[in-house]
């Protein structure tokens, strides 16, 4: 009880000190609302061939491969695929020609998206690619284990395809959170992005953030698209942000 | 908890001797031994209750007092503890009614006590359904299209209900009384052979759990997948706590009383709690060996992974020994709420999911916002507790009047309700 009562208070601390540590450092003209912890940011892990790309000065094409939360309805433009490339063209080198190409396996689990994967590699050629995937798995209870063996095997066929890989796990929804059980899920995939040494972007945790700290109300029934639109330009500019870092794409190559 | 020197008891000989027209003859096996009947265990009350609130807790939506709950400090969490708790009390009242009369009646009580579990499953599963219906119908937010995916299963009302009467199709926050079935089915079973052989019992029971791991064994759930938390390997917890309940407590007192063992408890404790925090401090993750990542990753709370008990086991060890049985704090006020929830245990863990439910629902259809998650914490706490006070009062009033005959052994909840 003692060791319990005192680690509590521990705990606490630190939780209290972590929000203090802000970024000050976000993308320069973002809204104050898109604002995320730099923790939430950073990888250890790298993109090598998008680093490669750019600074060769060829273009970059990026493939976004994910389900019906990858898109708004009826509002392609403000999706984040889009404002990530809005975002990534800004930043990057004049020069530069950005690509982002989307593509939608819709009510698919990992391991039915993962089949197409060979073929769907040798239609299009991205230098990095951004797997969206866990939502569907989690909706159907998918075994965890094989849903980890499914994004093993999808991960390999898109690194064996010659492309840098990132992935991107399930949208933070609090109001189906008593229906959907989301934690096997995210551990799964963290699991699988370490061992394969490639970045994770963690969606779920960053959108958390967001609405724990306030600026978005996700629990909100709202009919209307406009807090879809800036919660996805927000996940736009933190993904942007994020495949810059894990480049190392440092200042020389951006443009500030 | 479990424990050791300080349970008194009278083995099972002396039972015998003080019924000496107790019937037929029986195998008596001296290594088990019952505490004394109508000694409360209040320990196993106190952190039973805290159980149930943690759990409660827990199944809010993230919170300030979240923080508290033990999950954030280390491995295992509140559900270790309920379960634990339930084998412990479980063989403490059945394991006394099958020595005193007979295995059949035995199994005749602990059936009637699945019974009300079941009931209590449904119960809730109907107040699932109430609760999802309602949000798939009012919930148009196009951010979450794709969540909404879930309320698919509504279109097949005529499976998904059979199903759930089946315990095939469990809900998330459901799975807690469906393990806790299949647990006291196989009861019987286990004071059966508890009775005979505890530490062979309890040695089947690891090895149960070795081959759920090594052959993947699981429970199949509707509509697809497997049970949250896998009985095959839950069992593991629940026959460790019957074993203690039943004099195994009593011979590790040695182990428990060794400053190595709590030395050891605390290194691993501080430990998890190490690995705890990279979690949720990603920085500290750096400091942390690639190759000890790679091992210990997952840990499943599915199959109740080795370092989920050994975190659970460490726990005991330490409260055990810091936390003694005639601790005076046990008899305080403060902690009389606790003690009072964890005296009645299925009703205030059925109260507590629904509570949760219900605290969900205010949360997303009045307002949110941490004061409003606050108040709803407390005020199901509260709840919880006034719920355990009356059910309390009116067991009082209706032993009163009624006959005495059920009294101290007859009753599941003497206990804390198996």
Redo the contacts between chains.
Sequence with gaps: ????VL??LI??C??LA?PSARAGDAVPAAPAACELPP?LL?T?SQLHKVADTVKAGKPLEILVIG???TT??A?EDSSYPARMQAILKDKLPPAEIVHVSVEIQS?KTAEEAAGTFVKLMEAKTPTLVIWQTG??DA???????DF?GAVTEGVAALQNAGADVVLMNL?Y?????????AP?YL??M??VA??HDIPLFDRFAIM?QWN?Q?QF?????????E??KK?HDCLGRALAQFVIDAAHLGPGQQQN | MTIADQVTGSTIAGTAEAKPAGAKPRIVAPAITLPAIGERELRLDLFRGLALWLIFIDHLPPNLLTWFTIRNYGFSDATEIFIFISGYTAAFVYGRAMLENGFLIATARILRRVWQIYVAHVFLFTIFLAEISYVATSFENPLYTEEMGIMDFLKQPDITIVQALLLRFRPVNMDVLPLYIVLMLALPLILWSMKRRPDVTLALSALLYAATWEFDLYFSAYPNGFWAFNPLAWQLLFVFGAWCALGGARRMSRILASPVTMWISIAYIVAAFYVTLTWYVPQLSHFMPKRLEQWMYPIDKTDLDVLRFTHFLALAALTVRFLPREWPGLKSPWLRPLILCGQHSLEIFCLGVFLAFAGHFILAEVSGGSAMHALISLSGILIMWGVAWVISWYKRVADKSGTKTKAAAGNADLAGGG
């Design positions: 009880m003692k060791v319990r680690l509590s705990l606490l630190a939780g972590a923790y950073t250890d389900s019906r939360s708004i309805p509002q009510k939502t569907v909706i159907r209870s998918i075994d965890p284990d980890r949208q929804s609090p109001r189906t959170e008593t229906m959907i059980s096997p551990d799964n963290r699991v370490q061992e958390r724990d306030g109300d996700l629990f909100s029934p709202s009919h209307g698209p807090l879809a919660v």
